[in-house]
């Protein structure tokens, strides 16, 4: 008898019962790759933060295989670039004075460190939030929006909300990166590898999964305003024991809860959808 997955509906269910600790807005998306089966509870837009730099590292080596773009080409860092002490930034932290940096150095930073420095530097090369809106439009993604500068996110807190994404939007994100849509095959094999051998965010999707599954993700972090936290965020490709691949996204947002409990969301709706497709 074929198997006929996971019952959705109860899976969508669990998702919502896992959600409501956090007392905010939760967006999920889950998806079993090369199939129809999916999952999206709650379809607002929500903050990114970080997770834009998802989008941005793809359009980056999209450049990199137009040639418009070396990995290899160096580039200056200097103290103009620096985002503001409270945004996460290590080169910024290592490098007071400035520093130079390769295109692909500059990469490994952002998407795989989360360097907001990093980010911009990227950005200003390729020519600003609009490229990358563009790369997006141009491999059919939607609900995406990438709109403004890690440095517009540091002077106004609301500006965060400008780069935005829907649950499917991050789906559509997460299925363009998987077929490596837009990209060389040696370009799509290095972003996943950073963002595989990426530290941040142990207690988010990777945080209930059983040891050693792979998880190619990136979070997205905002700092708290009156005890609001405006993004928590973490999106990825979480690996099967069969080597099927989930596209799994979860944004919390606006959320009074504290840090671990906003995590624990993030890793028990990962391993919900991962038991559901696992058995």
Known sequence: MADEGPDLGALADEVERLAAPAEGRVGVGIALLGSDEAVVVGEGRHPMQSVFKLPLGMAVLAAVDRGELSLDRRVAVTLADFVSD??????????????????????????????????????????????????????????????????????????????????????????????????????????????????????????????????????????ARDGVTAATNDVGLVTLPDGRRLAVAVFVSDSPADDATRERVIADVARAAYDAWAR
Do not use: W
Not at 113 to 133: I, Q
């Open 86 to 223: 409270r945004q996460h930034s290590p080169i910024r932290d290592r490098h007071p004075d400035g520093v130079e940096l390769s295109v692909g150095e500059l990469l490994g930073a952002a998407a795989g460190g989360s360097d907001g420095t990093a980010a911009d530097v990227l950005l200003d090369l390729l020519g600003g939030p609009a490229e990358v809106e563009g790369f997006l439009r141009g491999i059919g993604v939607e609900g995406v929006d990438v709109a403004v500068t890690e440095k517009d996110m540091g002077r106004d807190y609301d500006a965060q909300y400008r780069n935005g994404a829907t649950p499917a939007g991050a789906l559509a994100l997460l299925r363009a990166l998987h077929a490596g849509r837009g990209l060389s095959q040696e370009s799509r094999t290095l972003l996943l590898r950073v963002l595989t051998e990426t530290t941040t965010g142990p207690n988010r999707l990777r945080g209930r999964l059983p040891e050693g599954t792979p998880v190619a993700h990136k979070t997205g972090t905002s700092r």
